[in-house]
């Protein structure tokens, strides 16, 4: 048995659930690129439904506090790029809806720190990145949602990438002032089924209280509880913030403001990320053209 998965079961992250359509309820259903099998379950899981075409293999980061909506631009960025949208928050909230009986020392231990709004041990959340490597070499390549969140993480990752091969096409920071966050975390609710997110006044569900697409009971997320919320915001200060200049540093970060509709949000990075992109292979033609000559 692979070394990543005997770390994964001693931690209880091998997950035996269904991985759904995590997209909030005002984008249109689109056929689905990757059904996140892998991510959300680990090492002996395997995505069924995985991109076609010829695709650009997207590396990015989604940087910034808690609530931005760094979930909501992953999924509409999924959609469009193909890349895939590896959350870590999601997988620790699908191992917390196992029955209790299932759950390992490790993933209560995980999930009493997130009902807190602390972070996760860097250890724990390293070995179950650990075992879902593989993820970041996916057709479409890959949007890491909520990782890497400190600088630990953040120089592991790199060290990962470089041993494998794999590159950053870059690190999107959202920034939004401190109220319109608070907003936003407070009135979320999410699908207890199919994990569709809602909020109560900006994107209320049709039938109140239940989800539009499943009739799913809506709920408050533990963490999006005053008292946690506050725990999450410093916690974002202290610890991840410092990452905006890491990743300056390595010439990598693109900054976008995060007020206004997500599609506008969605429009103003996708054109970032484009022209980045299209700067990027003009060069490298240029070089190659260079060393003919
Ligand atoms: P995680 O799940 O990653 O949560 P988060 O980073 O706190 O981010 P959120 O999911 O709360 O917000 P979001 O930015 O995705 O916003 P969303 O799109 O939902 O992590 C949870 C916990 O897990 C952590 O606290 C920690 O304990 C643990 N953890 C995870 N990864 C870890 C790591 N690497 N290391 C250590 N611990 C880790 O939007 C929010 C709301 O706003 C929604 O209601 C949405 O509908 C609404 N909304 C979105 N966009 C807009 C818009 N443009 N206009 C109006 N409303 C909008």
Redesign the pocket.
Known sequence: MPCGRLCSEALGLVIQVTAHGWG???IQPMSTTSDRAAWIQGNSARCEVTPEGALVQWGLI?L????????????LLNRRLRACHL???????AAGSRPDCEQSPAIKE?LA??????????S??WKM?RERSGCLHCRGGFIL??????LG?AESLKELMESEGLKLTAVVN?TLPFN?IV???A????CEKCKS????T??PSKIGGKCDHCEGKLFL?E??RPE?IT??LE??ER??APLIEFYKKLGLLVEVA?????D??FESTFTQLESRRVREVAHKALVAQEDRQ
């Open positions: 909030p309820t005002y989604l910034g506090a808690p609530g931005v909506g760094k979930g909501t631009q992953a999924e959350s870590t928050g999601d997988v620790f909230r995980a720190y997130m009902r807190r709004g602390e972070l996760v041990p860097d724990t959340v990145i949602d909520g990782f890497p969140r400190t993480q959202y319109e907003a936003r975390l009135g979320r609710r999410t997110v809602y909020h109560v900006e994107r997320r963490d999006d946690s725990v999450r916690a974002y610890s991840t995060a007020q206004g509709s997500p506008e949000i």
